[in-house]
């Protein structure tokens, strides 16, 4: 199946600094990826829809602004979490579509202090 | 508003015996359909799609799917303590439109 990686796999960050996370399609081209926010023992949510080339689709509830997503090639999206706070602490988790079908990277825990 | 159901489980399966998980969605447009095993703190693999009514087999696993009953199943046979995880349902409809999952079915293989 195709390769999706997240980086960082794991990050730390005092309250009221950003994170950058990236989600890159290795063998294969994407305009469209996903990213989904998982607290533990709750199911996926899915937070916004990244599209190459346009902006992103957010899912209702998903503030725009502190969620800034960047889906600048067909090979790479980002996440930026803007001002962090102890409550975006959750598993960040991309996915991307290849041949209709989609693939998940391995995701990136997030720890806000 | 599409919705995908499982049973959340706990699913408890003696090891070697089959284990069986259940999936009903709402949407008749739904084209393909994806089985996805998440071990604790990882994120989920794909075991399986199908898109056509009837089975599928890969190895150990099989799919099934019931267009007209909006039903669809995946068996395990042989179960083994590495199959133990939560198992998520997802179902799509045209091109890259985003999957609807459901909540998953944690599953118990025990030795």
């Known amino acids: 199946g195709a390769v999706v990686s997240q980086h960082p796999s794991w990050v730390i960050c005092k309250s009221g600094t950003s994170v950058k996370i990236e989600c890159r399609s290795l063998?294969?081209?994407?305009?469209?990826m996903f990213w989904y926010r998982q607290f533990p023992k709750q199911s996926l949510m899915l937070m916004a829809t990244?599209?190459?080339?346009?902006?992103?689709?957010?899912e209702q509830g998903v503030e725009k602004d502190k969620f800034l997503i960047n889906h600048a090639s067909l090979t790479l999206s980002t996440l930026t979490v803007t001002s962090a706070h102890p409550e975006d602490s959750s598993f960040y988790i991309c996915?991307?579509?290849?041949?209709?079908?989609?693939?998940f990277g391995p995701g990136t825990r997030l720890l806000v202090l | 508003q599409k919705e995908v159901e499982q049973n959340s489980g706990p699913l408890s399966v003696p090891e070697g015996a089959i284990a069986s998980l259940n999936c009903t969605y709402s949407?008749?447009?739904?084209?393909?359909f994806f089985w996805y095993r998440q071990y604790s703190g990882k994120s989920p693999e794909l075991i399986m799609f199908?898109?056509?009514?009837g089975d599928k087999e890969d190895g150990r696993f099989t799919a099934q799917l019931n267009k007209a009953s909006q039903y669809v199943s995946l068996l395990i046979r042989d179960s083994q303590p590495s199959d133990s995880a939560t198992y998520l349902c997802?179902?799509?409809?045209?091109?890259?439109?985003?999957?609807?999952f459901g909540t998953g079915t944690r599953l118990t293989i025990i030795p």
């Open positions: 996915s991307a579509i290849s041949v209709q079908t989609q693939y």
């Open positions: 063998d294969f081209q994407a305009t469209t």
């Open positions: 990244s599209n190459e080339g346009s902006k992103a689709t957010y």
């Open positions: 949407d008749r447009g739904s084209q393909s």
């Open positions: 199908i898109y056509s009514n």
């Open positions: 997802a179902v799509k409809g045209f091109g890259n439109e985003k999957l609807t």
